[in-house]
């Protein structure tokens, strides 16, 4: 007798919460059926292309029979090395390859792991309020409290520690500026306070950075999207972990590729937790990876000139939207003439894409702070962007 298939999920996966991007999907399964052309702002996934140097390193690697053998941590080095010269060029940091820097087959994987390598089943995690839904997911999986720090226009989207109730002792505070979905950015004095905040509680400051090279401002301006690794007081950079990506800054999701950088101690228990579950990245890959850490990141001109088509058509609807500082989101909340806002965001963004064909991310699918918004991915050019905002004006905000 076949046992039904739910039996077999544990109760770490049944934790791990479901995903509205499957409502969204059909959604946009019944608009594609009834014949619209579909414009999806919905996932932050790059359209633009990898820098050439990465894309022939990937070449290269395809006519070397050597670079499909497992990657041992020794393969790693160039990769590594490259990560350091990143990190000292961009934020003044210095950083031993040997022990402070380790591959990631994305920060995405690279998170689940860093939990479960530095966290034990029942340790509270506090975890921004909305924060990118693959968090949660980290943690149940992890088997974490979570506490959450709502994100608040009133406090420009940080969070405020102070409000952690005292007797908490959070095992780790994740934080993530530029931000997703808000797009709002910290500054280093931030990551000081936030630091201090950390160390005085012998709680891990964890810091997702897949955004560290998407401020409009410009990379000189290292201070919209400072490393949280600039605010440690020395060299070891204790209770302090950052997760990079090559994902949005390089164009290169698809490769699954970033690093991890910070405290030697959480780097070798990650690498602990990681040699039990995967080798690192195809040669090729980490050879791609490294070649575009040593470019200046292109790209950042589309998504600006994206940013400025989309959002004064939103304030020319009526709808509140930010000017974002970085990322490649906008956060807006939809208004009525009556300056009325969506109750149900879920329900909007699914209403939008089956009426108009336009794919939106809603604000709940972010925490419940999100309630009330929607977030544009900045990811088709800005003629589909005014396009999709002339559809958006036909939708009720409620049914
Ligand atoms: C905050 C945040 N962290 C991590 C990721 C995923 O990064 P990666 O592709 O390196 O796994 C994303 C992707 O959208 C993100 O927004």
Redesign the pocket.
Known sequence: MTKATTAWASKRAAAVPGSVFTLMNGAVAQARAAGHRIIDLS???SDQSPPEVALEAVRQATLDPFANRYPLFSDTAPLRHSAAAYMARRFGVTLDPETQILP????????AHLLLATTDPGDTLLLPDP??P??LGAAAVAGLKVHTLPLLPEYTFLPVLEDVPAGLSPRALLL?YP???TSAVASLDFFRAASDWCAARGTLLIH?H??AELSYAGAEAADVAPSALQAATNSSFEGIVE??????SHHM?GY???FAVGDAEVIAALSRVKGAVDFHPWLGIQAAAAAALATVPAGLEVFRSRRDALVPALHALGWQAEWPQASMYVWARPLDEQGRGVQDSVAYAVRAARQTGVALAPGRAFGANGEGYVRFALVQPPELLLEAVRRLADVELEE
């Not at 990631?104 to 998170?111: F, R, V």
């Not at 997760?243 to 949005?248: E, G, M, P, R």
């Open positions: 996932i932050g996934s990631l087959i994305g920060a995405q994987e690279g998170l924060c990118y693959p968090y993530n931000n997703n979905p997702d897949p955004y997760l990079h990506s090559l994902s949005k999701g699954r590729v970033g």
